[in-house]
């Protein structure tokens, strides 16, 4: 932390880059410093999807709440289809979108790139291939440290028509999921785990090849492959001297579904208030995101023990319900038997090994044994 000169941030990802332009449009010299030398690069362009179940605020007011415009590829999401182990489609809807997609990656059109744009906009300096180190900085938006879990995803051009298809199986994606999306041309598959990482490539191979028997789509010869993983830990406080953590280096993260952006950006705007005025962040996040957490931890929980048949279950329950929104958002609301389950899930999933998660006292679940996993990034 410096004692004067710009707000140095570490990161430029949604929540490093959130926090600068709250501090930027307040009239603050900002400085973000990033490691790579282009924002968004553990992504390949592919399509992510920014929540808006967990809480009230639909996404694009939650946006304008925190001074961020729309300068992305931005489309809303009403529908999908989810499949269950058996390979039983089901139709979801919803009256409200239950999400909006955005791309991701060093390229334009996507979030991070329109981040970027606004920052500088605003009158950050964005300073590429510069490594900050936790203690130089007053924000710490690093991202995930250690995987927690991990994904291998590809992507392409398509002229196939649009699908939102989500296949819940613990068998071909062990305690996570696979997708396709194909939305404006665009086209991402991608398998989701949380065990068995070394493994990550069979999940790959033998989930793109369930998902292709149960409702064929084409793959060209040129796609983009990439790996990437998400962090999950709990902690009290998320300052460290006087370095606010936020997003994934903090450990916010959605554990249910792994939909972080929304956990990213809030954090970093949250940071980003905390400092202009002068309230304490841990304050500050524990009042918005705390029980939002301890939720999304009772509910991964639940998805990993309740096998296929819970996964099953969740498939129709989701598709029955007159609304998908509001039934999702029902999964994220606080209920007594969710916080009497929440210290028994701490307990059960206690620390095993070491982790690599910072700073200081969290609860994690330390699979340090299962941490071989590929080289991350872009693989081509
Ligand atoms: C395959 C995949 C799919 C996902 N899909 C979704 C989705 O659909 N919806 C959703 O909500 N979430 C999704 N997520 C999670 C989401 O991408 C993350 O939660 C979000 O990007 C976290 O933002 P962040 O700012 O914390 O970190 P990041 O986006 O990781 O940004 C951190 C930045 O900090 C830089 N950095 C690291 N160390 C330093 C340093 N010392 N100095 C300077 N710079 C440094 C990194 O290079 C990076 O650019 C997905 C994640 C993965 C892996």
Same mark, same amino acid.
């Given at each position: *932390?410096?004692?004067?000169?710009?707000?140095? @941030?570490?990161?430029?990802?949604?929540?490093?880059?959130?926090?600068?332009?709250?501090?930027a449009h307040a009239g603050r010299e900002v400085e973000v410093h990033e490691a790579?030398?282009?924002?968004?690069?553990?992504?390949?362009?592919?399509?992510?999807?920014?929540?808006?179940?967990?809480?009230?605020?639909? !996404?694009?007011?939650?946006?304008?709440?925190?001074? &961020?415009?729309?300068?992305?590829?931005?489309?809303?999401?009403?529908?999908?289809?989810?499949?269950?182990?058996? %390979?039983?489609? /089901?139709?979801?809807?919803?009256?409200?979108? $239950?999400?909006?997609?955005? /791309?991701?990656?060093?390229?334009?059109?996507?979030?991070?790139?329109?981040?970027?744009?606004?920052?500088?906009?605003?009158?950050?300096?964005?300073?590429?291939?510069?490594?900050?180190?936790?203690?130089?900085?007053?924000?710490?938006?690093?991202?995930?440290?250690?995987?927690?879990?991990?994904?291998?995803? *590809? +992507?392409?051009?398509?002229?196939?028509?649009?699908? @939102?298809?989500?296949?819940?199986?613990?068998?071909?994606?062990?305690?996570?999921?696979y997708y396709l999306f194909i939305l404006d041309g665009i086209a991402t598959f991608?398998?989701?785990?949380?065990?068995?990482?070394?493994?990550?490539?069979?999940?790959?191979?033998?989930?793109?090849?369930?998902?292709?028997?149960?409702?064929?789509?084409? !793959?060209?010869?040129?796609?983009?492959?990439? $790996?990437?993983?998400?962090?999950?830990?709990?902690?009290?406080?998320? +300052?460290?001297?006087?370095?606010?953590?936020?997003?994934?280096?903090?450990?916010?993260?959605?554990?249910?579904?792994?939909?972080?952006?929304?956990?990213?950006?809030?954090?970093? #705007?949250?940071?980003?208030?905390?400092?202009?005025?002068?309230?304490?962040?841990?304050?500050?996040?524990?009042?918005?995101?705390?029980?939002?957490?301890?939720?999304?931890?009772?509910?991964?929980?639940?998805?990993?023990?309740?096998?296929?048949?819970?996964?099953?279950?969740? &498939?129709? #329950?989701?598709?029955?319900?007159?609304?998908?929104?509001? $039934?999702?958002?029902?999964? #994220?609301?606080?209920?007594?038997?969710?916080?009497?389950?929440?210290? =028994?899930?701490?307990?059960?999933?206690?620390? /095993?090994?070491?982790?690599?998660?910072?700073?200081?006292? #969290?609860?994690? /679940?330390?699979?340090?044994?299962? *941490?071989? =996993?590929?080289?991350? %990034?872009?693989?081509?």
């Open positions: *932390m410096q004692d004067h000169g710009p707000i140095r @941030i570490a990161g430029a990802g949604p929540s490093g880059l959130a926090a600068a332009i709250a501090l790579k030398s282009d924002v968004g690069t553990r992504f390949i362009g592919d399509l992510q999807i920014i929540e808006s179940a967990s809480v009230g605020e639909p !996404i694009p007011r939650f946006l304008e709440r925190i001074g &961020v415009q729309e300068n992305f590829y931005f489309r809303a999401a009403d529908w999908a289809t989810f499949y269950d182990a058996r %390979g039983v489609a /089901r139709v979801i809807r919803s009256g409200e979108p $239950y999400g909006w997609f955005i /791309r991701r990656g060093a390229e334009e059109g996507t979030l991070d790139r329109g981040l970027l744009a606004q920052a500088r906009n605003a009158g950050a300096n964005v300073i590429f291939n510069s490594r900050l180190g936790a203690e130089e900085a007053d924000i710490v938006a690093t991202g995930p440290a250690s995987p927690d879990g991990l994904a291998r995803e *590809m +992507t392409w051009r398509t002229d196939e028509p649009d699908r @939102i298809d989500v296949f819940f199986n613990h068998k071909l994606s062990p305690g996570g999921y991608g398998c989701a785990i949380v065990a068995d990482f070394k493994r990550i490539d069979e999940y790959f191979a033998h989930s793109l090849a369930e998902a292709q028997r149960l409702h064929g789509f084409r !793959i060209p010869e040129q796609t983009r492959t990439g $790996y990437s993983y998400m962090n999950f830990h709990l902690k009290h406080r998320a +300052t460290n001297g006087n370095a606010r953590y936020v997003g994934e280096a903090a450990g916010f993260q959605d554990y249910l579904f792994g939909l972080g952006i929304r956990y990213a950006l809030t954090s970093g #705007h949250l940071a980003a208030r905390s400092i202009l005025e002068e309230r304490d962040f841990d304050d500050l996040w524990q009042n918005e995101l705390g029980q939002k957490q301890e939720i999304s931890l009772v509910n991964r929980f639940l998805y990993e023990t309740g096998g296929n048949v819970g996964l099953s279950l969740f &498939v129709r #329950h989701a598709a029955r319900a007159k609304d998908f929104r509001t $039934y999702l958002s029902s999964w #994220h609301q606080g209920r007594w038997w969710k916080s009497m389950l929440a210290p =028994v899930v701490r307990r059960v999933w206690r620390h /095993r090994g070491r982790c690599l998660h910072k700073p200081g006292e #969290h609860w994690c /679940r330390s699979r340090d044994t299962e *941490m071989k =996993v590929p080289p991350l %990034g872009p693989v081509s």
